[in-house]
C-alpha cells in the first residue's frame, strides 16, 4: 500500500479519486451525493468518499466534468449543506490543518501525530492520497511520492496495510462487502470521454458473504429471462424475487440443524451449549458446528442470530478451542486456495485435490446439498446440481456416492437412538421451532410422547408442498407454499401451534388451514397500522414522507401491506431518524467498572459541571440512560428510578424541552431548540451545545413531529439555517462545549464521543479512562476472549518470562502466579537460554522444513487472534501490531473501541 507505482485499471492509467456512480441498469453517471439520496449508497460510505475527493483534488461532478472547492459544491448543490463542516475539514488535507500550538501550516500525518484529527479518520486521508495523486504537501502545495514524504517528515514507512480495518470503510453495493480504497478503485471503469473514475453499481441480491448481480443469478439458472428483465425494466424489485421460495433457498438455503430442543423442557439451546452441559458429546457437537460453518454461518438458536465463525467466537456462542476447526470448516463457503495456481476453490475441488481428508469432504458436501446445493465460493450462493456439475463443483461419481447412502457418507450420529446417518436423515428427524423457524435436533427423554410446542419434519413438508395463491399482503399475486405463509410474520408462535396442533389431532384439514391462513392475513394487512416508534410519539408513514426519510413507492408498499414497518426500518438511513445513534452513555473506569454519569459525579469521578453537560446532552437527545441495565428514560423517569437526583432535574427538564419542544410565549406554538435560540428564550451557548449534541447523534430533533429530520428538511422547517451551520462546521472555543476529564480539553460532543468506547454487553456508549493491564487482568474483565488471552500468555512465557507491564518487571511463571499476573495452569517450558538458528539446527531443535512452514505463514501458522481485526495472525505479525509503552518500553497490544 505504500508504494507509489502507477495504478492500472484495464488498459488505461488512473490517477483521479472516485468521482461518481454509473448505474449499470440504466447507464447514467450520478453525482455520490445523489447516489446517497437515491439510497443506492450508504450514508457512512457516500461522506468517507466525497472525503477522499476533498482530501484530494476537489469534489467533482462528473455529470459537467468539474472539480470544485468544497464551499462552491455546496452552493452548486453536488453535495448537501449537512456535509460541508465535514467536507471543509478533509479539505485542509490540501490545504492544510494549523498546528494548535505554533499556529503553523501541517499535513494529514502530522495533525494525526499532534491529535488535531482523529488517528482512522487521518489514516484514510492518507490513503486516498497514495492511492490517487500521491501525499501533499500544504506548505509547498505540491504532491510527493511515499519516499519523499518520509524524508520530509509527512509519512512514516508501513503505516499503513490491507488488512487495517479501520481503512475498510467503503460499502461496495455491487458487491455488498467494506473495502478500503485502494480495493475500491479497482472495482472502478473509467469513462472513456473523461477519464473520470466511477463506481459501477448494478442490481444486487445478499449472498453468503458478499453480493450477487441479477446477471450471475440468471447465468446460474436461479432465474429465468423473464424475472431478468422485469428487473432490468424496473417491473419487479428484489425485495419480490427474494419472496420466491426457490430463489431465497439457492441464496439463503434451507438451513442447518441450528441448536438442540430438550422435549421434556421445552428448553432450545446451541450445540456448543449443549456439549459444555454433556447433553451431547464432544464427537457430535463438533461435526454438528462444522455442518453449520460449512453450510454458511453459525447458529444462535435462542436469539434467533446468524454468524461468520470469527463472529461466533467473539460472541461466546462456541469456544476458542474450536476455532481452528470450524474457521477450516467454512472454506466451503469462502473457498479454500489452490497451493499450485493460489486460485480460489470449491470444496469438490479441494476433495478432488486431497486437500482436505475424504471423509471430512464428503460430509460437509453432503450437508450442503441437504441445506439447499452445493455453494459456489467465487459467486457466494448456492447452485443447482446441473450448473454445478458444468462449474466443476461436483461430478456424477460423487453424486452416486451421496444418493447410495452406505456407510461411507453416514457421517453424522443421532443421540437418541446412537445411528449413523446422513446430514439429511439426521434433518428428517429434527423439529422445527415455531418461534424462529430454525431446525432443531430433538432430545428425547423415555417417556417423550407427542409434543406440540416443536413441528415435526414430515407435517412441515405436507405444508412446504401445498401452494396457495396469495391476494394480499407482501405475497400478493405470487404462489407461495403454505410453510411459507405459516413462518411469515402474520403469524405468531401460539398461532402456528394452534394449527399445527389441530391438524396433526385430525380437527383441521388442509383446505381448512388454507382458509384460515388467508382469512388471517387478509384481516392483519385490514388492521395493522402503519406507524412507527419515535422518539416521544408514534410517527407515521406519511410524517416519514414529508420529512423526506422514506418515498413515496415505500409508503405505497406500506400502505398495501407489501412492506412492514420492519422491512422499513431495518434500513438504516430510515432507523437513524427515528431511534438516533447513541449519546454518551456513562463513564468506564480504570478498573473497567461502568458507571452512570451522576454515579461518578456523587462518588467525585466527574467535577458536577462536566456531569450535568453530558447528562444535559443525554436529555437533549432522546433520553437519561442507564448504561448499567441498558434502558432508557424519562427525566421524570429517570428521577424516580434514581438514575439521576432530584437536584439535577430541573436543569435536566428544561434540556428536554429540545426534545418534547419549547413553548413560544407569544403564541403558545411548540416550537424547536433552535427556534428558542432565535427567539432568546435559552442562551445561546447552552443552546448551541444541544444542538450540536442533537446533530451529533444522529439529527436535529423536530418536536413537533416526535424524530430526527435531514438539515435540509430542517431548513425548510426553520429549525436551522446557514448561519448556525457555519457555526457548527468550525469548531472553536465557543462550540467546544464539552470536557475531557482524561486530557483536560474542551471539544465538541462529536468529538468526545469519538473518544468513547462501546460496552460489548449492551451496546451503549461510555466516555473511558486509558489504563495500561496485563493479559491476564483484561482475560478476567471479558476484554479479551480467554483463547485469545490464553495464547498471548504461552507466547509470553515461551519466550522466557510472563510480563507485568503495570509494575514492568519480568517474572518466572511461578513468580507471575504467585503475584496474581497470571492464574495457576501455566507452564513455563523454558528454564535456559536462546540460540542462534545454526546451532538449534545442530542440536536438533529446529529443522529446515519447519524453517520453510514458519517462513509462510499460511492459517496453519496463524496461532494467534488479533481481538481488533478478528484476524489470526502469526506471533511476528501481532506484535507489529503493538504499541510501545514510553514509559516502559514493553510492547503493549492496544484495544481499540
Excluded at 495504478?7 to 479519486?17: A, C, I, L
Excluded at 461466546?316 to 486460485?343: C, F, I, M, Q
Excluded at 482475560?779 to 476472549?785: E, R, V, Y
Amino acid at each position: 500500500m505504500d508504494s507509489q507505482d502507477t495504478k492500472q485499471n484495464g488498459y488505461t492509467e488512473v490517477h483521479g479519486p472516485v468521482a461518481g456512480i454509473f448505474l449499470e441498469k440504466t447507464k447514467e453517471k450520478i453525482t455520490i451525493y445523489q447516489a446517497m439520496k437515491k439510497r443506492l449508497l450508504k450514508p457512512g460510505t457516500a461522506l468517507a468518499l466525497l472525503e477522499a475527493q476533498a482530501a484530494t483534488v476537489g469534489i467533482i461532478d462528473p455529470i459537467n466534468n468539474k472539480i470544485l472547492p468544497v464551499a462552491d459544491a455546496v452552493k452548486e448543490g453536488i453535495v448537501g449543506p449537512e456535509m460541508r463542516e465535514k467536507l471543509l475539514t478533509a479539505e485542509k488535507a490540501i490545504s492544510g490543518y494549523v498546528d494548535p500550538y505554533t499556529n503553523q501550516i501541517i499535513s494529514v500525518f502530522q495533525a494525526i501525530q499532534k491529535d488535531v484529527i482523529p488517528r482512522d479518520y487521518g489514516l484514510r486521508l492518507l490513503e486516498a492520497q497514495i492511492a490517487t495523486q500521491g501525499l501533499f504537501d500544504p506548505t509547498e502545495k505540491k504532491s510527493l511520492s511515499v519516499e519523499s514524504a518520509i524524508q520530509k517528515g509527512y509519512y512514516e514507512k508501513g503505516l499503513l496495510n490491507d488488512q487495517m480495518s479501520e481503512l475498510k470503510v467503503y460499502y461496495n453495493p455491487s458487491s455488498q462487502e467494506n473495502l478500503n480504497y485502494q480495493n475500491l478503485l479497482e472495482k472502478c471503469t473509467v469513462e472513456h470521454d473523461t477519464g473520470l473514475l466511477l463506481l459501477p453499481v448494478c442490481i444486487t441480491f445478499k449472498g453468503l458473504r458478499r453480493g450477487i448481480s441479477s446477471t450471475e443469478l440468471f447465468e446460474s439458472k436461479i432465474i429465468d429471462k423473464e424475472i431478468f428483465d422485469d428487473l432490468q425494466q424496473g417491473k419487479t424489485t428484489t425485495q419480490d424475487v427474494l419472496l420466491m421460495e426457490t430463489v431465497k433457498e439457492y441464496l439463503e438455503g434451507k438451513g442447518s440443524i441450528a441448536g438442540i430442543a430438550v422435549l421434556s423442557s421445552n428448553e432450545r439451546m446451541s450445540i456448543y451449549q449443549a456439549m459444555k452441559q454433556r447433553i451431547l458429546m464432544p464427537g457430535t457437537a463438533l461435526v454438528l458446528l462444522e455442518a453449520q460453518a460449512a453450510t454458511g454461518f453459525m447458529i444462535d438458536p435462542v436469539e434467533n442470530k446468524k454468524f461468520t465463525v470469527d463472529e461466533a467466537i467473539k460472541n461466546n456462542l462456541v469456544g476458542p478451542e474450536y476455532h481452528a476447526k470450524l474457521r477450516s470448516a467454512e472454506r466451503a463457503v469462502t473457498g479454500y486456495k489452490d497451493p499450485y495456481t493460489g486460485e480460489t476453490i470449491s470444496l469438490f475441488q479441494a476433495l478432488t485435490k486431497e486437500l482436505i481428508v475424504k471423509e471430512h469432504g464428503i460430509r460437509l458436501l453432503e450437508a450442503q446439498i441437504a441445506t439447499g446445493g452445493i455453494i459456489d465460493p467465487i459467486n457466494s450462493h448456492r447452485l443447482p446440481t446441473e450448473v454445478a456439475f458444468k462449474r466443476g463443483y461436483f461430478d456424477e461419481k460423487l453424486n452416486a456416492i451421496l444418493e447410495d447412502s452406505g456407510d461411507d457418507t453416514k457421517g453424522f450420529f443421532d443421540p437418541n437412538t446412537e445411528e449413523n446417518l446422513t446430514y439429511l436423515q439426521l434433518m428428517e428427524r429434527c423439529v422445527t421451532d415455531p418461534v424462529t423457524g430454525l431446525c432443531l435436533l430433538p432430545l428425547l427423554g423415555k417417556s417423550d410422547g407427542l409434543n406440540f410446542n416443536f413441528i415435526d419434519y414430515q407435517t412441515k413438508m405436507v405444508f412446504k408442498e401445498e401452494k396457495v395463491k396469495v391476494t394480499c399482503g407482501k405475497y400478493m399475486g405470487m404462489t407461495v407454499s403454505l410453510w411459507e405463509l405459516l413462518m411469515s410474520e402474520y403469524f405468531d408462535e401460539q398461532q402456528r401451534q394452534d394449527i399445527i396442533q389441530k391438524y396433526r389431532q385430525g380437527k383441521l384439514n388442509i383446505k381448512m388451514i388454507i382458509t384460515t391462513v388467508m382469512e388471517i392475513i387478509e384481516k392483519s394487512v385490514k388492521t395493522t397500522k402503519v406507524v412507527f416508534e419515535g422518539i416521544r410519539e408514534t410517527v407515521t408513514a406519511t410524517q416519514l414522507v414529508e420529512a423526506d426519510i422514506i418515498t413515496k413507492d415505500v409508503l405505497e408498499d406500506l400502505e398495501k401491506g407489501k412492506k412492514s414497518v420492519k422491512d422499513v426500518i431495518e434500513d438504516e438511513n430510515v432507523n437513524v431518524f427515528l431511534q438516533g445513534k447513541d449519546s454518551i452513555a456513562g463513564i468506564l473506569l480504570p478498573d473497567s467498572q461502568i458507571m452512570t454519569i451522576y454515579q461518578a459525579k456523587q462518588k467525585g469521578k466527574l467535577m458536577p459541571g462536566t456531569a450535568l453537560i453530558l447528562l444535559e446532552a443525554q436529555a437533549a437527545t432522546g433520553f437519561i440512560i442507564d448504561p448499567i441495565g441498558n434502558r432508557k428514560f424519562s427525566v421524570d423517569d429517570a428521577v424516580k428510578a434514581k438514575i439521576v437526583g432530584a437536584d439535577v432535574c430541573q436543569k435536566l427538564r428544561s434540556a428536554e424541552k429540545a426534545v418534547t419542544g419549547y413553548k413560544d410565549p407569544y403564541d403558545g406554538k411548540i416550537i424547536s431548540l433552535f427556534q428558542a435560540m432565535q427567539k432568546d428564550l435559552i442562551l445561546k451557548d447552552h443552546g448551541i451545545r444541544l444542538l450540536e449534541a442533537q446533530i451529533a447523534t444522529g439529527g436535529i430533533i423536530d418536536p413537533v413531529n416526535s424524530h430526527r429530520i435531514p438539515v435540509h428538511v430542517a431548513y425548510k422547517r426553520g429549525y436551522f439555517n446557514e448561519e448556525m451551520n457555519q457555526i457548527l462546521s468550525d469548531p472553536s472555543d465557543d462550540t467546544k462545549g464539552f470536557f475531557d476529564p482524561n486530557t483536560q480539553e474542551n471539544l465538541t460532543y462529536l468529538q468526545l464521543m469519538e473518544r468513547c468506547v462501546k460496552d460489548p454487553s449492551t451496546g451503549v456508549r461510555v466516555e473511558s479512562t486509558k489504563k495500561v493491564m496485563s493479559i491476564y487482568k483484561a482475560k478476567t474483565k471479558g476484554l479479551l476472549a480467554p483463547g485469545t488471552s490464553l495464547v498471548l500468555l504461552e507466547a509470553q512465557a515461551a519466550t522466557g518470562f510472563v510480563i507485568d507491564p503495570v509494575n514492568n518487571k519480568k517474572l518466572s511463571v511461578e513468580e507471575a502466579v504467585a503475584q496474581g499476573v497470571v492464574g495457576r495452569g501455566i507452564i513455563d517450558p523454558v528454564h535456559s537460554h536462546r540460540v542462534p538458528v545454526q546451532v538449534a539446527y545442530e542440536r536438533g531443535y529446529f529443522d529446515e522444513e519447519m524453517n520453510q512452514i514458519l517462513s509462510d505463514p499460511d492459517d496453519d501458522t496463524k496461532g494467534f487472534f488479533d481481538p481488533n481485526t478478528q484476524e489470526n495472525l502469526t506471533y511476528l505479525q501481532l506484535v507489529e501490531r503493538c504499541i510501545t509503552d514510553p514509559i516502559t518500553g514493553l510492547s503493549l497490544l492496544p484495544l481499540r473501541k
